[in-house]
């Protein structure tokens, strides 16, 4: 079990009951870097209030706590909502669960990602037993809630219906669909679950209305400002405590774009892959993997190159790895950066980042799209201000 920290000097207080306009008290819980809070308030108007974040890895939990009320004082990173620990032990040491206006988050994946090949899974139910039952006590008017679509077809699938037919969440009525960040104006394509959870007796505030259907902006558009050249292999220098632990950091955005060092193979296979949406499929047989060989109709996208025209495919958890997708750069011998890859999720250049090359690209590829987040975040807006629907009278 892991040892929690609290980042934040005294408990959070819960926003003051408020008109339109006021703030909105929001719970984030398996909060990783914090890219769907900081999609959130990217929206017009928006005005969320992250009073508690619950995240177990101490770097993402780092990051969070930068972007998102916290600083660095003296090469300390404090202050802040972020709690870090599991949600079993927030939920028995934290001591309350505050009353929020919003509750936003989904548990890990990996236990039915069409990704996972070990079985891991079943322990997996508890923690969406547990969402809900801190939905449940947080009470609030509306959650979100963002997975992978094989989410719709798993076990904890069935859990969390139970927890609404008549369960900890039988307050709430959802809406829920599969949704393309694509289609709100995110860089990538990325299909994930979106449930969006209203009390019932609150109007349905839907889904978002897509914004970018049929017109979506390319990877082009995304690193047009991006030098072709890396700035320097590996992180920068820099240090930083998170409470005991002392990790790399804090680093821009705008830092991240630093390269790795490739063996000559992978160079030569970089030569042979065409610009602009080449494969493997290209290469020659003494510059593929045995499987490669033996599996010549395997997915493209492994060892393939990103299409200036088209948006990225899924930023995912090990984007810099050439061999886990289509993340080689469209022209330059190189996978893409941790700069670039956090460009096509949409993260500001000024985001501030905490942890080792692998962490901080979990927190880049575990993230919600900006765009999709600003999306839902719109939609939220105008339901908490009763915009075409009956007011929403504010938790006192």
Same mark, same amino acid.
């Given at each position: 079990?892991?040892? /929690?920290?609290?980042?934040?000097?005294?408990?959070?207080?819960?926003?003051?009951?408020?008109?339109?306009?006021?703030?909105?008290?929001?719970?984030?819980?398996?909060?990783?870097?914090?890219?769907?809070?900081?999609?959130?308030?990217?929206?017009?108007?928006?005005?969320?209030?992250?009073?508690?974040?619950?995240?177990?890895?101490? #770097?993402? #939990?780092?990051? !969070?706590?930068?972007?998102?009320?916290?600083?660095?004082?003296?090469?300390?990173?404090?202050?802040?909502?972020? !709690?870090?620990?599991?949600?079993?032990?927030?939920?028995?040491?934290?001591?309350?669960?505050? =009353?929020?206006?919003?509750?936003?988050?989904?548990?890990?994946?990996?236990?039915?990602?069409?990704?996972?090949?070990?079985?891991?899974?079943?322990?997996?139910?508890?923690? %969406?037993?547990?969402?809900?039952?801190?939905?449940?006590?947080?009470?609030?008017?509306?959650?979100?809630?963002?997975?992978?679509?094989?989410?719709?077809?798993?076990? =904890?699938?069935?859990?969390? =219906?139970?927890?609404?037919?008549?369960?900890?969440?039988?307050?709430?009525?959802?809406?829920?669909?599969?949704?393309?960040?694509?289609?709100?104006? #995110?860089? =990538?394509?990325?299909?994930?679950?979106?449930?969006?959870?209203?009390?019932?007796?609150?109007?349905?505030?839907?889904? /978002?209305?897509?914004?970018?259907?049929?017109?979506?902006?390319?990877?082009?558009?995304?690193?047009?400002?991006?030098?072709?050249?890396?700035?320097?292999?590996?992180?920068?220098?820099?240090?930083?405590?998170?409470?005991?632990?002392?990790?790399?950091?804090?680093?821009?955005?705008?830092?991240?774009?630093?390269?790795?060092?490739?063996?000559?193979?992978?160079?030569?296979?970089?030569?042979?892959?065409?610009?602009?949406?080449?494969?493997?499929?290209?290469?020659?047989?003494?510059?593929?993997?045995?499987?490669?060989?033996?599996?010549?109709?395997?997915?493209?996208?492994?060892?393939?190159?990103?299409?200036?025209?088209?948006?990225?495919?899924?930023?995912?958890?090990?984007?810099?790895?050439?061999?886990?997708?289509? !993340?080689?750069?469209?022209?330059?011998?190189?996978?893409?950066?941790? !700069?670039?890859?956090?460009?096509?999720?949409?993260? /500001?250049?000024?985001?501030? %980042?905490?942890?080792?090359?692998?962490?901080?690209?979990?927190?880049?590829?575990?993230?919600?799209?900006?765009?999709?987040?600003?999306?839902?975040?719109?939609?939220?807006?105008?339901?908490?201000?009763?915009?075409?629907?009956?007011?929403?009278?504010?938790?006192?």
């Amino acid at each position: 079990m892991s040892t /929690p920290v609290q980042m934040f000097e005294s408990a959070a207080t819960p926003a003051a009951p408020k008109d339109s306009g006021a703030r909105i008290a929001t719970l984030d819980l398996f909060a990783g870097a914090g890219g769907l809070s900081e999609g959130l308030n990217t929206a017009p108007g928006a005005r969320f209030d992250p009073v508690r974040a619950v995240e177990m890895e101490s #770097a993402a #939990a780092a990051t !969070y706590t930068l972007n998102h009320g916290g600083g660095c004082d003296d090469g300390n990173v404090k202050g802040g909502p972020a !709690y870090v620990g599991t949600i079993q032990d927030w939920l028995s040491e934290d001591g309350s669960v505050p =009353q929020v206006d919003l509750v936003v988050g989904g548990p890990p994946c990996q236990g039915f990602s069409t990704l996972n090949r070990a079985g891991v899974g079943a322990e997996r139910n508890e923690l %969406w037993k547990l969402y809900a039952e801190t939905v449940e006590r947080a009470t609030p008017k509306y959650f979100v809630l963002e997975n992978v679509p094989a989410f719709l077809k798993s076990t =904890q699938w069935e859990v969390f =219906q139970d927890a609404l037919n008549g369960g900890s969440l039988k307050d709430y009525d959802i809406d829920v669909d599969v949704l393309n960040a694509a289609d709100y104006g #995110a860089f =990538q394509a990325r299909k994930r679950v979106i449930v969006i959870g209203h009390h019932k007796d609150l109007p349905s505030p839907g889904l /978002p209305g897509k914004t970018h259907q049929g017109a979506h902006r390319s990877l082009a558009e995304a690193l047009q400002y991006v030098p072709r050249e890396v700035d320097r292999l590996n992180l920068p220098e820099g240090v930083v405590h998170v409470g005991s632990k002392e990790m790399p950091g804090v680093f821009t955005t705008r830092q991240l774009h630093f390269g790795r060092f490739y063996t000559q193979l992978s160079l030569d296979r970089f030569k042979a892959i065409s610009h602009n949406g080449g494969s493997r499929s290209e290469l020659p047989d003494e510059l593929k993997a045995p499987c490669w060989r033996k599996h010549p109709k395997g997915s493209g996208d492994v060892m393939g190159r990103l299409t200036w025209e088209k948006p990225s495919v899924t930023i995912r958890t090990e984007f810099f790895k050439p061999e886990k997708g289509r !993340y080689i750069h469209p022209e330059e011998d190189r996978v893409i950066t941790h !700069y670039e890859a956090a460009l096509i999720q949409g993260f /500001p250049n000024d985001y501030r %980042w905490v942890g080792t090359r692998e962490e901080i690209a979990r927190q880049i590829g575990n993230a919600v799209p900006i765009p999709l987040g600003a999306a839902i975040g719109r939609l939220l807006i105008d339901a908490f201000d009763g915009r075409g629907r009956d007011s929403i009278t504010s938790k006192s």
